[in-house]
């Protein structure tokens, strides 16, 4: 069963929104920032991680983003036209913004931590006028990104392109994204992220952002109480994720299935969600029954995880099915074991 309905006379498959950065990951990991002296330099931000990881699987794809005018500038777009993701809408800052800057600390498999430059950030200066209408129209989906609602004027271009979306039928995913810096204030985050949840037709997060989203109308929801609250409004698809204990996707139907992590040996604590959500997408995008969505994306984040990069060492289909095959063959068909709930 079809739990969303994708226009397949369109010619972009998915046109996302929001951040994109500069990771700078050690070489001389496991240990604190401090010590570290050698950083590979990557295209991060969690939006642009997942237009990576769709394109990856064949899918063709956009975004909305503002980049610096200098080098880095050059160096995002030069990394998303090689990986097949269209620039049109990608544009350069004029009052000296500059791409937000993620130097990461790798002090072990399970602890991380990042360290965020993100004054004047150009990702935040995407406005209205940015906003095409043709360009929503002409995609089947759109994913807006949390952290470009945390401030003007990127906020009012998100809200734009949701009204857009809405108006043209298109497909509209919210990945929730929190990160604290930008936003003023919690209520705030929750008054916004409410906003576009009600809106989304699919909705990804883990159970804390799903909680801040909740603090001003319903705090202390389970996670069944936060799936119905947002059926009542346009979802279809609720997925929520809670780290080692796997995930869920709550359907508007009632039904539910949950998936728990392929066990990996970890090199970092980040990367993972972005994987998942790419993975998860592609399966729907491919017309997979939830259950092979859930697996796909699972995999694709534990991949991720056991990985320097959050873009660069992306995955192909091959490769995560591969990946599938072997962890199966070697610790059982239940290994990431998607649970079918009763409705």
């Known amino acids: 069963m079809k739990y969303v309905h994708f226009d397949e006379n369109r010619p972009m498959d998915l046109v996302l929104l929001g951040r994109v950065a500069i990771d700078f990951n050690p070489e001389d990991y496991f240990r604190p920032l401090s010590e570290s002296v050698?950083?590979?330099?990557?295209?991060?931000?969690?939006?642009?991680?997942i237009a990576v990881g769709v394109a990856r699987h064949g899918k063709k794809t956009g975004f909305f983003g503002k980049v610096s005018d200098d080098q880095f500038?050059?160096?995002?777009?030069?990394?998303?036209?090689?990986?097949?993701?269209?620039?049109?809408?990608?544009?350069?800052?004029?009052?000296?913004?500059k791409l937000g800057l993620t130097f990461t600390e790798i002090l072990s498999p399970t602890e991380s931590s990042i360290l965020m430059y993100r004054n004047m950030a150009a990702d935040l200066q995407l406005s209205v006028e940015d906003i095409e209408e043709d360009y929503i129209g002409n995609t089947k989906a759109l994913l807006i990104s949390g952290t470009a609602l945390a401030?003007?004027?990127?906020?009012?271009a998100a809200l734009k392109a949701v009204k857009l979306a809405k108006k043209n039928k298109t497909v509209l995913?919210?990945?929730?994204?929190?990160?604290?810096?930008?936003?003023?204030?919690?209520?705030?985050?929750?008054?916004?992220?409410?906003?576009?949840?009600?809106?989304?037709d699919i909705i990804l997060g883990s159970r804390e952002e799903f909680d801040l989203m909740e603090r001003i109308t319903q705090p202390?929801?389970?996670?069944?109480?936060?799936?119905?609250?947002?059926?009542?409004?346009?979802?279809?698809?609720?997925v929520i994720k809670h780290g080692k204990k796997g995930s869920t996707a709550y359907l508007?139907?009632?039904?539910?299935?949950?998936?728990?992590?392929?066990?990996?040996?970890?090199?970092?604590?980040?990367?993972?969600?972005?994987?998942?959500?790419?993975?998860?997408?592609?399966?729907?995008f491919e017309g997979w029954d939830i259950p092979k969505c859930l697996e796909f994306g699972s995999a694709q984040a534990a991949m991720m995880v056991k990985s320097h990069s959050c873009t660069e060492d992306?995955?192909?289909?091959?490769?995560?099915?591969?990946?599938?095959?072997?962890?199966?063959?070697?610790y059982g068909e239940m290994v990431a074991g998607v649970e079918v709930k009763e409705k």
């Open 173 to 200: 995913i919210f990945d929730i994204d929190y990160r604290s810096y930008n936003w003023k204030s919690p209520d705030e985050t929750a008054l916004y992220y409410s906003i576009v949840a009600e809106e989304a």
């Open 151 to 156: 401030q003007s004027p990127s906020r009012e």
């Open 73 to 97: 500038g050059d160096f995002v777009t030069e990394y998303f036209k090689k990986e097949g993701i269209d620039t049109s809408h990608i544009t350069r800052c004029t009052g000296g913004e």
């Open 314 to 330: 992306l995955p192909t289909y091959r490769e995560v099915q591969a990946f599938i095959q072997e962890t199966k063959g070697k």
């Open 220 to 238: 202390g929801r389970s996670d069944k109480e936060t799936a119905g609250a947002l059926f009542e409004k346009n979802a279809k698809i609720v």
């Open 38 to 49: 050698t950083f590979k330099k990557y295209v991060g931000g969690s939006p642009a991680n």
């Open 252 to 284: 508007h139907d009632g039904g539910d299935y949950s998936v728990k992590p392929f066990p990996v040996t970890a090199l970092k604590a980040f990367g993972g969600g972005d994987g998942y959500a790419a993975g998860f997408l592609y399966g729907l």
